[in-house]
């Protein structure tokens, strides 16, 4: 069985809080049938927690990852997550909000990668929605 796997990324950067799209601006969108297994899952991760394997059951090697992570609790500043990729000593990805925004976001296809560690050294607790694809 293959899963159906589409996603759809929307960028404009602009010059003043009009739009005017005037410095970036596109769209891509990606649909692909080749990819055998799937799904989605939420994970809190609690203050200080350290090198949690993220949920991915049905997947044994993930070749689309997407993490978005916000506060538990919407009254919490967000703090950055760490992700490391095959190993908890993988090199460190931190994924931060962008600017004042209140969640942050790691989009990758990729290939090899076969789990993924997340490390929460804020104060705050933390969610973490996982979408992944593969093999």
């Given at each position: 069985?293959?899963?159906?796997?589409?996603?759809?990324?929307?960028?404009?950067?602009?010059?003043?809080?009009?739009?005017?799209?005037?410095?970036?601006?596109?769209?891509?969108?990606?649909?692909?049938?080749?990819?055998?297994?799937?799904?989605?899952?939420?994970?809190?991760?609690?203050?200080?927690?350290?090198?949690?394997?993220?949920?991915?059951?049905?997947?044994s090697?993930?070749?689309?990852?997407?993490?978005?992570?916000?506060?538990?609790?919407p009254?919490?500043?967000?703090?950055?997550?760490?992700?490391?990729?095959?190993?908890?000593?993988?090199?460190?990805?931190?994924?931060?909000?962008?600017?004042?925004?209140?969640?942050?976001?790691?989009?990758?296809?990729?290939?090899?990668?076969?789990?993924?560690?997340?490390?929460?050294?804020?104060?705050?607790?933390?969610?973490?929605?996982?979408i992944?694809?593969?093999?």
């Open positions: 069985m293959s899963v159906r796997v589409r996603y759809i990324v929307s960028i404009s950067v602009s010059s003043s809080s009009a739009e005017d799209k005037d410095i970036g601006n596109t769209q891509w969108q990606i649909v692909t049938d080749q990819e055998a297994k799937g799904g989605a899952w939420k994970t809190t991760l609690v203050a200080g927690a350290t090198n949690v394997q993220l949920q991915i059951d049905n997947i090697t993930i070749q689309f990852l997407a993490i978005r992570t916000n506060t538990t609790s009254n919490d500043a967000p703090t950055q997550i760490q992700i490391r990729k095959n190993s908890t000593a993988g090199e460190v990805i931190e994924i931060l909000p962008l600017g004042d925004a209140v969640e942050g976001h790691l989009l990758l296809s990729t290939d090899g990668v076969t789990a993924i560690y997340a490390s929460n050294p804020g104060a705050v607790n933390m969610d973490l929605t996982v992944a694809a593969g093999t």
